[in-house]
């Protein structure tokens, strides 16, 4: 099914004004325009099937992701489809391991956010070709054993189907620095315990979709009324776990905080109706431990980036003070790397950890995080939001769940209501749940026209802002 060699990849500088409308807005970003280095390849096959990737700009910067993207180009013009799928591991470490690039890496910052989006195409090429979902695509590779049969002792590789194999799917992480927690043995076990109960997993996503909280209602930028009118709607659209962004200024936080309690209830808080907070790496280690004992008394879920997010024993300090009080830590969002997530889970430093499909090298080292998340039973609970996260995020966390986690018990996945109409193929919520996308790809392709429209600086859009903004 795999076929062509890449004969394009363009890449362009995508922004929305979101920090108009205070969208977004946190203690440490006041002012998120939404954005995405976005990434097209397409093939000589000519089947006219392109792969596109996004990752995930506040606005300013993007173009500097645009010249990383540009830098990486070379590493995958004139490759087979074919030969980069067939050594996705080799593939991965390629692209990460140019000699001179990875400099201003390694394996992080721009340089990282640029792999990602380039890869992300490449899953989004590959997914389309297969003519399946990208969690799908995971999800049969993962291979398929029914209860009570037992695991194969060794897998005859060319006598499978090669996109039948967990194999296969091991085959696209690279394990370097992380073997020391888990190797391809045991990612291979996890995956095949897995298979046990997937069929019916799977039923029940599509049947039910994943469990999903909201962001949308309590960005900092947005005033109280705007805050209970959308906690209001929300409740009424079903939601019923909520994040509010805090860490600014604590008078602030408590009243907006009880906002939300009260409005979803201060006898719900052991059900379903719950209440996340993210600080995005505002405080210092004892601050954080001051802060959310004071803000203890609303009963959150998590703290979300307390500190600085390379900070790994301060996560282990806070998270050591605040779990008596029943608070756990969250963060990921912007871990750089699978190490980072290895320390984290080594120096237990988290209880909610947090995926982003853009800041990790795509979905290749998303698996090893899921990976290792499972071999420290930590529940995953994905960052989305943004431009496109969500669109993506969702592929990955489905596929967790059915053929890695097999649990629901603690996970919830972000959501944010902005900019999906700028998408082929939009997120579908029902019931604050996920419903597993059924469209080919890897639900990254944007619309044409949004794009043109919001290509900075020269799209209309911008066109018309820019020299307002100027005076
Ligand atoms: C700047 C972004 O909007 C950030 O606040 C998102 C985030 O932290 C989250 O969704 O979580
Ligand atoms: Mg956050």
Redesign the pocket.
Known sequence: MVRGRISRLSVRDVRFPTSLGG????A??TD?D?SAAYVVIETDAEDGIKGCGITFT?GKGTEVVVCAVNALAHHVLNKDLKDIVGDFRGFYRQLTSDGQLRWIGPEKGVVHLATAAVLNAVWDLWAKQEGKPVWKLLVDMGGERSQHEAPPKCWPLPLLSRCQDPRMLVSCIDFRYITDVLTEEDALEILQKGQIGKKEREKQMLAQGYPAYT?SCA?LGYSDDTLKQLCAQALKDGWTRF?V?VGADLQDDMRRCQIIRDMIGPEKTLSLFLQMM?A?QRWDVPEAVEWMSKLAKFKPLWI??PTSPDDILGHATISKALVPLGIGIATG?QCHNRVIFKQLLQAKALQFL?IDSCRLGSVNENLSVLLMAKKFEIPVCP????VG?CELVQHLIIFDYISVSASLENRVC?Y?DHLHEHFKYPVMIQRASYMPPKDPGYSTEMKEESVKKHQYPDGEVWKKLLPAQEN
């Open positions: 969208h977004g807005a946190d440490m970003h998120p939404y506040l962001t960005w994040k962004k993210d995005n979300e980036e969002e947090q960052h989305a939001g943004g996260l972000e944010v």
